[in-house]
């Protein structure tokens, strides 16, 4: 789907009285909000880039009767910060970390908020009065990267977010690829180890099954991946060993990302990463080691093309920017099946 | 690269009588050549699809030196079975199992047939005297799939080629994906077991270490991947466990690549392949039992998802006789970066 697409698919909506409030493709501020399990974050950012006011809400976002509420709350404590109100904005962008049917304005299932097929840009819609574009958090953030930050530019680079799930968006020749059926960059259910343990999916496993989030703290039998990672600091064995081995699989993840997508950057973001460097040494120390067995690894990892976001990155919020900004600034086209 | 850009930077090359070849964008047969480690496939083809004449010489191509004249040997005896002469053809498309830059017209890297850095199009082009066009023979095939086959009009497929290496070739959006280094759909060298053997690339564990057909023989201590199979029917124990080994090793391969790409179709063929129903009754076990441990497998694999080609198919000619027509009679455009 190109952005004209989507425009044009909003443009001949039913609902006649949604064109008034495209207000056309001006410049001036948009909204990206990033929608997480534990909190709302939401940038608000001028034409040339630049942020007016941010606002983190760190609660539940709840069911989705409170969804739209949570999110409107969020998105009013930001705009204050800004010192805006709705109207001064162009547009509202939000990411959400599940199945999205951007043409519908859908959420189809976020396993993680425990919604199902929720009319999100609808409900919003109606309820600040500003146009809203949705799509899912990953490849939100990967369109962002592609047009901001460290891999602009890129015309091939897959996003790995490893946080609560693991999935990847990935961009390709300048833009976004979905798949046949809106599912590309599932590598979080790429199997890594058959006798492994059974994942939420039900297959056995999947690499997301021993190193999402929720996962590492299983394998370790404590509350967070962050208190993993600062046993591990702490000079824990077992501790050492586990992050040890979430370096050694997310290296394999990259490297099966770039043996079939032959992208030119991987860059690896999401609340597990934000452990930094205790997170990024493993990492690195098993890509060198595929690096220096083989020619064709060395050819298609080199060293620089790996990059972990920290925290501050604000990838999500990022890409919930330029999400908004493609569909309704008419920036570059980055999406096709 | 497009077609017309393909055709675009071979009108502007360098030779100016190279121009008179061209002959234009016009209907008429094509010849398709497939080059294999121990055969040279030729199918002549004409405009609406039908065979004119085939040959396949069953010899090795020999080393660099006398890659072109074994070609044109190959070339003439489909030529004479055609009742046709070299000047009736309008191209003609050449698959090599290696790395192929198109746009120079260069074999860059042909580990099996001992090739590097063959200017393999010039040469024929100056032997025969009929325009010629060179691809990777996995992604020809690919190519030939989406035109004409068991996937044609498919917007998204993987062929994966089960033969002495292991590699896809992917059809994305409608367009041949080649990635930043053209290396895309290197399948074969993700890594599947790390303790795995050693892998000619370096690795240890690589897809390609284990069901390539030499591989295959390796593991049975015998000559070839036939008598592995052959065995395999007759009973033998250990011949059976190593078959189903390949099946559970080439549907991870299939679901990893469906994870990834979200392609619509997945088409397996290659000499390993060629074994028939005791090659595929293992892997369509194996994507069954994924399919049913998980909703999302079954919603990305289902059961009509896959083709096993049989060796009729004739995959790897009709794919360069493809390559030849969207390089010289306009087809549509197959390709991106």
């Known amino acids: 789907m190109t952005a004209d697409r989507l425009t044009d698919a909003r443009l001949t909506d039913a609902d006649p009285d949604r064109l008034d409030r495209l207000d056309g493709h001006r410049p001036g501020p948009v909204a990206g909000i990033d929608i997480g399990g534990t909190k709302i974050a939401v940038l608000i950012v001028d034409a040339d880039g630049a ?26 404590e930001a705009l204050a910060n800004a010192r805006l109100t709705r109207n001064d904005l162009i547009a509202v962008g939000v990411g959400v970390p599940g199945r999205v049917d951007p043409d519908r304005g859908h959420v189809t299932l976020a396993v993680n908020l425990g919604w199902t097929d929720l009319a999100l840009r609808d409900g919003l819609e109606a309820a600040i009065g500003r146009p809203v574009v949705i799509e899912n958090d990953v490849r939100a953030a990967a369109i962002g990267l592609h047009q901001r930050g460290v891999a602009a530019g890129a015309r091939d680079l897959a996003y790995l977010a490893v946080g609560t799930g693991i999935a990847a968006g990935v961009i390709l020749d300048g833009r976004l690829h979905r798949g046949a059926r809106g599912l590309a960059g599932e590598i979080g259910h790429a199997i890594v180890d058959r006798n492994g343990p059974v994942c939420a999916c039900g297959q056995r496993g999947c690499l997301e099954s021993l190193v999402s989030g929720p996962s590492i703290a299983r394998r ?14 702490a000079g824990d064995p077992g501790a050492t060993d586990l992050v040890d081995d979430v370096g050694r699989l997310l290296a394999w993840a990259i490297h099966t990302l770039v043996m079939t997508y032959d992208v030119e950057r991987v860059v690896v973001g999401g609340g597990v990463s934000h452990a930094g460097e205790p997170f990024e040494r493993p990492l690195r120390r098993e890509l060198a080691r595929l690096r220096a067995a083989s020619d064709q690894a060395a050819e298609l990892l080199p060293a620089d093309i790996v990059d972990v976001l920290p925290a501050e990155a604000e990838a999500g919020a990022w890409g919930a920017v330029a999400v908004a900004r493609t569909a309704f600034q008419g920036s570059e086209v980055v999406s096709h099946a």
């Open 51 to 76: 942020v007016l006011g941010r606002a983190t809400h760190v609660s539940s976002v709840g069911d989705q009767d409170g969804a739209v509420p949570a999110i409107a709350a969020a998105l009013d």
């Open 220 to 233: 370790a039998n404590v509350e967070s991946p962050q208190e993993v990672y600062a046993a591990a600091v």
